[in-house]
């Protein structure tokens, strides 16, 4: 070998190296593409949800307070009917209803699970719950248009179409997501609180409801936020078992709609570019801007308990 | 009331609820298969769909999800596989790293129905793909990509750090190392990561409605040519899918035999996410048994 071949072999990079910086190359520009369409996410949907109100009557306020939902059409003073209130109305009605009936039944099949009787709960109740994460989101739609929606007519009157309806349906949706969370929260709860408590002499429901529970709440709190946000963002099996009708909702039999039901089943029935359409993407946007506030409750709870 | 009833009522309780969770999957899938099952025949897996008339099958819809969902997985694999080993191996703890956490959480918390109408917004309208299994591919993968990294990410983290030195000791570059050594360490976790997420694609729809569109044209098994629109592997038709299927004819269907085929076609989606879980868990256990000296 020459000098000019060794000086070109020690100053040029290895072959190694070379497939170093490519490799760390592209698994950049993969996550990059991710944050790149989160951000694109977030801008199309703006951009065309906040085109409802340039250049129109339309104010944010009238958006969110008034009831009276009907595009293409304008009240006495000219201006457009969109009052979204009967869609927000729903979606937060059928996201509390089922979080507060999901709660208490997540977190009595979590301390089940890991106080009570851990080995039985191992064997059947988590491949339970892992089985309810994977049916697909139709199914209970299908199952609530043919099983719920008939019950509630036969027993309440009325349609059966309803907040009601749309309550049940979601809370067995959201029920193993708050239930797995709940249980990794309690799994998180040092083995000696529980020792502890049980040498002063207290019962086990004592040592549960005074300690472990106690200790465990920021978690809980965050799987029960978890679970809302799922059902406010649940699309295709509220429509189905709501009723669709952009109508304050006068009870919970009434037939109702939520913003996801409204999308799902208006975008394709409006010209994009018009204002009816418009409307819709502010919705979305809502909706948006919503998970994006579940999220920092999230963080928050997640700050805030962190135990020190 | 004394401390000791007190503990007995609770325990009653919490054993009544754990009861009434498992009573209430067992009459979900009992209900779904008792119902289902039934309408299973070869011809109602292989026959086309009848908007009008009963007695429609849901050939096409079952292909088409699985067509869509191998699309879907060849686009969102390796991306989610780069950025999985971004984060697992390359990214400092830092602001920016934070930020790109923080992004990818809010990603995998987006109700699927705005991913599916920024999927339209762009992939349908602004690309000019209309209606099509390329766009409904696209869309899945924004909503498949966050969890499934993350899911990498956990996977190749378990990966203990000796492994790592003893391959840069060896003089292998960090990318070698990872590509040689913490990937097929971590491979069990992901591949049942993999197909846990192949089960959530395959039963998604809101994403779909506007993406891969609600008609199924007829398809021609005899033509194999991607460009022609009757072609079953062409990626430009609009393509419904078995859970966009369910939802349409329940929602705005009018097909006199609706809840029949609305019932098989649920069973038939149950029973493969159900295959898919059940695979999740074997092959995991499989591989590792396979690729590890345990």
Redesign the interface.
């Known amino acids: 070998m020459n000098n000019d071949e060794i000086k070109a072999a020690l100053t040029s990079k290895s072959r ?2 070379k ?2 910086r ?3 190359i ?6 990059a ?3 790149i ?5 977030f801008a ?2 703006a951009v ?1 949800g906040i085109a409802t109100f340039v250049g129109t009557k339309v104010t944010l306020w009238n958006f969110l307070s008034k009831t009276a939902w009907a595009p293409g059409t304008t009240d006495a003073s000219g201006v457009p009917k969109l009052g979204a209130l009967p869609m927000i109305t729903g979606s937060f009605g059928v996201t509390l209803l089922s979080a507060l009936l999901a709660t ?2 997540a977190i ?2 979590a ?3 890991t106080e ?2 851990p080995k039985w ?1 191992e064997k ?2 988590q491949p ?5 994460v ?6 209970y ?3 609530g ?3 719920v929606v008939p019950f509630i007519r036969n027993t309440f009157g009325g349609t059966g179409f309803g907040i009601l309806a749309g309550t049940f349906v979601l809370f ?1 949706m959201i ?1 193993p997501t708050v ?1 797995s969370m709940t249980i990794s929260a309690l799994k998180a709860v040092p083995r000696r609180y529980r020792e502890a408590s049980l040498a002063l002499g ?5 040592t ?2 005074k300690v472990v529970l106690r200790s465990a709440t920021p978690g809980i709190l965050t799987g029960i936020v ?1 679970g809302m ?1 799922r059902a ?5 099996a509220v ?2 078992v709501i009723g669709n009708a952009a109508l304050m909702p006068k009870n919970l039999i009434s037939p109702a709609s939520t913003l ?1 039901s409204v ?3 208006g ?2 029935n409006t010209v ?1 570019g018009s204002l009816e359409n418009n409307a819709l ?1 502010t919705l ?1 946007l809502l ?2 801007l919503m ?2 506030a ?2 920092l409750l999230v963080r928050w709870i997640g700050n805030k308990g962190a135990m020190k | 009331m004394n401390a000791k009833t007190a503990d007995k009522i609770a325990t009653g309780t919490l054993r009544a609820i754990a009861g009434i969770i498992v009573l209430i999957l067992a009459s979900l899938l009992g209900y779904i298969l008792l119902r289902g099952v039934p309408q299973i025949s070869w011809h109602f897996l292989t026959s086309p769909s009848k908007a009008f008339a009963a007695g429609g099958g849901i050939g096409i819809q079952l292909f088409n999800s699985l067509y869509l969902l191998l699309l879907a997985m060849i686009i969102s694999v390796p991306l989610a596989m780069g950025a999985g080993i971004y984060l697992a191996e390359y990214a400092k703890p830092s602001w920016q790293t934070d930020f790109v956490r923080t992004a990818i959480e809010i990603l995998s918390s987006l109700p699927s129905v705005v991913v599916g109408l920024f999927g339209f917004l762009i992939f349908v309208l602004q690309f000019k793909m209309g209606f099509s299994i390329l766009s409904g591919a696209l869309a899945l993968t924004l909503f498949n990509l966050p969890l499934l990294t993350r899911n990498i990410e956990d996977a190749l983290r378990q990966v203990s750090f000796a492994q790592r030195e003893a391959g840069l000791a060896l003089g292998l570059s960090r990318w070698e190392t990872v590509l040689r050594i913490v990937i097929p360490e971590a491979l069990p976790g992901i591949i049942s990561g993999l197909v846990l997420g192949a089960g959530r694609v395959f039963g998604e729809a809101a994403a779909l409605i506007y993406t891969a569109g609600q008609s199924a044209p007829a398809l021609d098994f005899t033509n194999w040519n991607p460009a022609s629109i009757s072609s079953p592997i062409s990626p430009f038709r609009p393509a419904e899918t078995l859970a966009v299927h369910i939802w349409k004819i329940n929602s705005e269907g009018i097909q006199p035999d609706a809840a029949a085929v609305s019932a098989g076609a649920s069973a038939v989606l149950i029973i493969v996410v159900l295959l898919f879980n059940f695979l999740a868990r074997y092959l995991g256990q499989r591989l590792h048994k396979k690729i590890t000296a345990s």
């Open positions: 190694s190296a497939l170093e490519r490799g760390k592209i698994s950049f520009l993969c996550i593409l991710i944050v369409a989160v951000f694109a996410i199309f949907v065309r208490p039944f009595g099949a301390v089940y699970m009570i009787s709960g059947i109740l339970v719950i892992d089985l309810l994977g049916i697909p989101s139709v199914v739609g299908f199952i248009l043919s099983v067995v029920l239930t207290a019962t086990r429901w004592q549960i409801y978890f946000a406010f963002g649940e699309a295709l429509q189905m996801t999308l799902t089943s975008i394709g994009m993407w979305a909706l948006l998970s994006l579940f999220n």
